[in-house]
């Protein structure tokens, strides 16, 4: 298995220590960026 069918293997067993950096990890595969800095973090789609 890949590491993003893994990913989302753990995810959808809902385990109670799946971190944000595995989120974020798994999340980028579908083109999410996380976008820091300046007045107003947040998510650029």
């Not at 798994?26 to 947040?42: C, I």
């Given at each position: 298995?890949s ?8 995810l959808?067993?809902k385990?109670k ?13 579908f083109?999410y960026e996380?976008?820091?800095g ?8």
């Amino acid at each position: 298995m890949s590491k993003k069918d893994n990913l989302i293997s753990r995810l959808l067993n809902k385990p109670k220590d799946f971190t944000f950096d595995e989120m974020e990890s798994l999340l980028s595969y579908f083109g999410y960026e996380l976008k820091q800095g300046g007045t107003g973090s947040g998510v650029n789609l």
